[in-house]
Nanobody, 123 residues
């Protein structure tokens, strides 16, 4: 069992930066792949980024590639999402998620979810 708690969301102007954190609890956290997803009002969960258990392998949605960076610190049981050059279309609730095994891009592949943190980008 893994519990996830996101933090770091807020209101930022376009072009600004935020860093989201996801604190995990559970003995097996270090063996889990982690992902970030987002959900805008009236839309489905959208894949943002994923990282494998060791942090060596990462993947990003095309819409955030070059602007967002996912990383993890297994000693702190925390995964991060550094978001730079934010755009109004990045506005959404951001969720972190965990899954056993390799990284995945589909929300349905993830077993555990946090409660989400709101990111609002003003133009």
């Amino acid at each position: 069992q893994v519990q996830l708690v996101e933090s770091g969301g807020g209101l930022v102007q376009a072009g600004g930066s935020l860093r989201l954190s996801c604190a995990a609890s559970g003995r097996t956290y270090r063996s889990y792949a982690m992902g970030w997803f987002r959900q805008a009002p009236g839309k489905e969960h959208e894949f943002v980024a994923t990282i494998n258990w060791s942090g060596v392998s990462t993947n990003y949605a095309d819409s955030v590639k070059g602007r967002f960076t996912i990383s993890r610190d297994n000693a702190k049981n925390t995964v991060y999402l550094q978001m730079n050059n934010l755009k109004p279309e990045d506005t959404a609730v951001y969720f972190c998620a965990a899954r056993e095994g390799s990284s995945g891009w589909s929300p349905g592949e993830y077993h555990y979810w946090g409660q989400g943190t709101q990111v609002t980008v003003s133009s």
